[in-house]
């Protein structure tokens, strides 16, 4: 622990990220594809996407579609890339539609909607539009 507190930004950083996830599972406990669930835990756990921007100028991006299961599987290489997409494209969507409608389109996952049913829903406009802008 003494370690962990001599490294405060740190363990803020990792905290809001985990509290991220934790608010995401009380709203929706399945259906959330991993873009969005690590896209808004890793775009809200600082204000700042420099790093993300860097990552996703420098190689090309990976497809939403692509990043629907977790990041487990993903090589040393790609889970960078796979952060940084997933965290553009959440910040993206909290500034095109907003924290109201994403809690919404998270609270229709977890009641089982299909995915791209609630996002044409909540976020109006078709998920295959989204995910082809960079
Ligand atoms: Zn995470």
């Known amino acids: 622990m003494r370690g962990a507190l001599d490294q405060r930004p740190e363990l803020d950083r990792v905290l809001s990220h985990e509290f991220m996830h934790a608010l995401i599972r009380t709203l929706a406990a399945r259906g959330v594809p991993a873009w969005l669930n690590e896209g808004l835990?890793?775009?809200?756990?600082?204000?700042?996407?420099?790093?993300?921007?860097?990552?996703?100028?420098?190689?090309?991006?990976?497809?939403?579609?692509?990043?629907?299961?977790?990041?487990?599987?993903?090589?040393?290489?790609?889970?960078?890339?796979?952060?940084?997409?997933?965290?553009?494209?959440?910040?993206?969507l909290l500034d095109e539609a907003g924290g109201f409608a994403i809690a919404s389109l998270l609270r229709d996952l977890g009641e089982g909607v299909a995915f791209e049913a609630a996002f044409a829903h909540r976020i109006q406009r078709p998920f295959a539009e989204f995910s082809t802008i960079p």
Not at 50 to 60: K, S, T, V
Not at 63 to 92: D, E, I, K, M
């Open 41 to 92: 835990a890793t775009a809200l756990e600082s204000g700042n996407l420099e790093w993300a921007e860097r990552q996703a100028a420098a190689q090309p991006p990976l497809p939403l579609r692509a990043l629907t299961s977790g990041f487990g599987r993903l090589t040393g290489a790609q889970a960078p890339l796979a952060y940084a997409t997933s965290a553009l494209a959440a910040r993206r």
